[in-house]
């Protein structure tokens, strides 16, 4: 679980300043993925600006239905004004290849609906969650961002990701220890394409670890036969006793892998990234 950030007075600080930079917009959409830093936007957003501030889910075959009630739960708690929309990244052949650059296009579908979206609707501007931890790692989503001139109200606040936690748990938003979430696709190696049924694939190899009572974990997918697991570093004895490994086992058996693996790493953000990747040229 992770732990409150003891420097609280600087978080409280940056969140004052949040509010008072949103609080000027005329309006807002907030790209809400259900993660603990789209969360926290969303809220802030709505305390800052009420119903000028409305919350948007994209909602395709790489979102995890998991994922899916767990944003429908907590925008119903808060009080959220709260849309769901359809993304068609899989329309794309340069999402489908799954090349390095596979986010990018993933970002450029779901902020070109937005943008389309806010236009429409008349607001003012478009935001998402990336943090100040977020700029250290290869994430080729934020180029899009960028692109698409998205704001990007927690970054320009300096929020970390463990202050962004700690003011979501004061804040008591539930979401504040949320484990790291990701789109489905970010769990398929590169070069290897990106289909509906690889992404249902894994959608229910991680329900099943769920079930199991594991909380923090990613399959990734290496080929229709071969499955790479992680698992939280302190979940994994218990992942590794001799029981507990062939009930993991016989749930992946179930979904059509031929060979079940368990990273000894255990779970970590962007795993395939230093991964050479086979670049698909079809």
């Known amino acids: 679980?992770?732990?409150?950030?003891?420097?609280?007075?600087?978080?409280?600080a940056k969140e004052q300043q949040l509010r008072e930079k949103l609080s000027q917009l005329p309006s807002l959409i907030v790209a809400l993925s259900g993660g603990t830093d789209s969360a926290y936007l969303a809220w802030v957003a709505k305390e800052a600006l009420g119903e000028r501030a409305?919350?948007?889910?994209?909602?395709?075959?790489?979102?995890?239905?998991?994922?899916?009630?767990?944003?429908?739960?907590?925008?119903?708690?808060?009080?959220?004004?709260?849309?769901?929309?359809?993304?068609?990244?899989?329309?794309?052949?340069?999402?489908?290849?799954?090349?390095?650059?596979?986010?990018?296009?993933?970002?450029?579908?779901?902020?070109?609906?937005?943008?389309?979206?806010?236009?429409?609707?008349g607001f003012a501007a478009v935001a998402y969650g990336v943090n100040v931890d977020d700029q250290g790692d290869f994430r080729p989503g934020q180029q899009a961002a960028r692109?698409?001139?998205?704001?990007?109200?927690?970054?320009?606040?300096g929020l970390t990701k463990a202050e962004i936690r700690e003011l979501s748990r004061r804040a008591g938003l539930e979401t504040w220890d949320k484990p790291a979430a990701a789109?489905?696709?970010?769990?398929?190696?590169?070069?290897?394409?990106?289909?509906?049924?690889?992404?249902?694939?894994?959608?229910?190899?991680?329900?099943?670890?769920?079930?199991?009572?594991?909380?923090?974990?990613?399959?990734?997918?290496?080929?229709?036969?071969?499955?790479?697991?992680?698992?939280?570093?302190?979940?994994l004895p218990r992942a590794l006793a001799p029981e507990m490994a062939a009930r993991i086992r016989d749930a992946f058996k179930a979904l059509g892998f031929c060979y079940i693996t368990l990273d000894l790493d255990g779970y970590r953000q962007g795993s395939f990234n230093p991964v050479k990747p086979r670049v698909n040229t079809d």
Request: charged share 30%; proline share 5%.
């Open 147 to 157: 692109e698409h001139r998205v704001l990007t109200p927690l970054l320009d606040a």
């Open 54 to 121: 409305l919350a948007v889910t994209a909602v395709s075959a790489s979102l995890p239905e998991s994922e899916r009630r767990s944003v429908e739960a907590f925008v119903g708690r808060y009080g959220l004004r709260h849309e769901f929309i359809t993304t068609d990244e899989l329309s794309n052949p340069l999402y489908l290849v799954n090349n390095p650059d596979r986010c990018y296009h993933c970002k450029d579908e779901l902020f070109t609906k937005l943008d389309v979206l806010a236009s429409e609707r």
């Open 183 to 235: 789109c489905l696709a970010s769990r398929i190696a590169h070069g290897i394409a990106v289909t509906e049924d690889n992404l249902k694939q894994v959608d229910r190899g991680e329900e099943a670890l769920r079930v199991l009572g594991f909380r923090q974990v990613r399959v990734r997918y290496h080929g229709d036969d071969l499955v790479r697991i992680e698992i939280a570093p302190d979940e």
């Open 1 to 12: 679980m992770p732990q409150a950030s003891t420097r609280v007075p600087s978080a409280i």
